[in-house]
Nanobody, 119 residues
Framework: EVQLQASGGGLVQAGGSLRLSCAASGFDFDSYTIGWFRQAPGKAPEAISCISSNDRTTHYAASMSGRFTISEDNAKDTVYLQINSLKPEDTAVYYC????????????WGQGTLVTVSS
């Protein structure tokens, strides 16, 4: 069974940091692009970052560079998203996803983890 388990969200004050985790199982982790997305209340989903399947390079959406860092632990089949200098507008449900065909199409989605940033 394919699973993507996102965790690490919570309530944090503005200026703080969080590290989100996405634990994968049930598929060949190294063959998939793993991406992070978020959806704020009442807003469309946004892509944040991904690790490419072919060469494991990292990529960031233009609006997400600087405060977000994606990384992975291949031994644990886990991808992380470090978020620094959190702002209230970062409040959202953060999702991880896995795609065999690259960053434009994702086959599996996790359940999301809620990040709430207080001002």
């Amino acid at each position: 069974e394919v699973q993507l388990q996102a965790s690490g969200g919570g309530l944090v004050q503005a200026g703080g940091s969080l590290r989100l985790s996405c634990a994968a199982s049930g598929f060949d982790f190294d063959s998939y692009t793993i991406g992070w997305f978020r959806q704020a209340p009442g807003k469309a989903p946004e892509a944040i970052s991904c690790i490419s399947s072919n060469d494991r390079t990292t990529h960031y959406a233009a609006s997400m560079s600087g405060r977000f860092t994606i990384s992975e632990d291949n031994a644990k089949d886990t991808v992380y998203l470090q978020i620094n200098s959190l702002k209230p507008e970062d409040t959202a449900v953060y999702y991880c996803a896995a795609g065999l065909s690259g960053p434009l199409q994702y086959d599996y989605w996790g359940q999301g983890t809620l990040v709430t940033v207080s001002s």
